[in-house]
């Protein structure tokens, strides 16, 4: 079975979950590397004083979790462009000292013909949960496997 | 839009406020490598950058991204991005500048919230490098 046809078989596979702290250390790493050390990600006495009661963490951070490993996945050092990402929230930002159970679903592989030649789209998609197993947050993201890609993985 | 202490009231057409971004630079992309745990070696080692063919090292597509939060930053003691979906469409380099912007396209009651959707996208020049959109929901109370 080649890479091709080992991605296309994992489709609809899960790992299984891994739990996540939202650590304040992290979260204030997180922000000041992205450029927004918004009070409430860094600064706890403000934090505590707003609706949140204490410190949150920036729209993109659950991309730093684990989430564990699909078996049998497949993924090259090098040569995956990342085409897209999207994530979205149940009931609000994740709060610093959460528990979060994570995971992945290996979601597509669709392929699309260019001016450059075939292009491969990995979906995953990447979910966190709540210790009740009520839903936080969803993430997807697209890999795309380029035509010098695919010729490097022999298919 | 106004903003009084329930926040702020956007109306469709309505654009944030901009920010242009300092120019990209080597140690930003190695803290975000360190708070992503993304050490991909082509967004920090040039010779990794070359060996994949590029020109010199890339920013993180997911720094781009996290960027766009900055619209947002300013309101949200009075709610949070609800959703975020970007699609990157060019590679940022080392001593790039850019620009970031958003604009009203949707306003909705959701309830639990007021959901404004914006177009966002971040250019350098003219150049698009990443563009989608941002559902930020502004608390009722």
């Known amino acids: ?12 596979e899960r790992s299984q979950p891994v739990v996540n702290l939202v650590e304040r250390g992290a979260v204030r790493k997180f922000a000041e590397a992205i450029g927004d050390p918004n009070p409430l990600y860094v600064d706890e006495e403000a934090a505590k004083k707003s609706r949140y009661a204490g410190l949150i963490a920036p729209p993109t951070f659950p991309r730093t979790f684990e989430y564990g490993r699909i078996e049998d996945m497949y993924w090259p050092d090098s040569g995956m462009i990342h085409g897209e990402h999207r994530v979205s929230y149940e009931h609000g930002p994740l709060k610093v000292g959460d528990e979060i159970h994570c ?3 290996f979601k597509s592989y669709d392929e699309k013909e260019s001016r450059g030649g075939l292009l ?24 795309i496997v380029t035509p010098t890609l695919r010729k490097t993985l022999g298919t | 839009m106004r903003k009084g202490t329930t926040g702020p009231a956007w109306e469709v057409g309505d654009e944030l406020e901009g920010h242009v ?11 975000y490598a360190g708070a992503s745990g993304d050490f991909n070696p082509i967004h920090t080692v040039d010779e990794a950058a070359e060996e994949a063919g590029l ?4 920013a993180h597509g997911m720094l781009t991204l996290a960027t766009m939060g900055l619209l947002f930053s300013p309101y949200l003691e009075y709610g949070y991005v609800k959703e975020l979906k970007a699609r990157f469409s060019g590679m940022v380099f ?21 959901l404004y959707t914006f177009e ?20 009722k109370s």
Do not use: C, H
Not at chain 1, 2 to 8: Q, Y
Not at chain 2, 55 to 58: D, K, N, Q, R, Y
């Open chain 2, 120 to 139: 966002v996208s971040t250019r350098r020049g003219v150049d698009v490098v990443a563009a989608g959109t941002v559902g930020f929901l502004v608390f």
């Open chain 2, 94 to 114: 080392l001593g790039d500048e850019l620009y970031i912007g958003g604009r009203v396209v949707e306003a909705e009651d959701e309830g639990e919230g007021n």
């Open chain 2, 21 to 31: 971004l300092s120019p990209v630079t080597r140690l930003q992309l190695i803290k």
């Open chain 2, 55 to 58: 020109p010199g090292v890339i």
């Open chain 1, 120 to 143: 491969g789209f990995i979906v995953l998609e990447r979910f966190g949960e709540g210790s009740g197993g009520e839903r936080l947050f969803t993430m997807s993201d697209t890999a």
């Open chain 1, 103 to 105: 995971y992945t679903e």
């Open chain 1, 1 to 12: 079975m080649n890479v091709i046809e080992r991605w296309r078989s994992l489709v609809g």
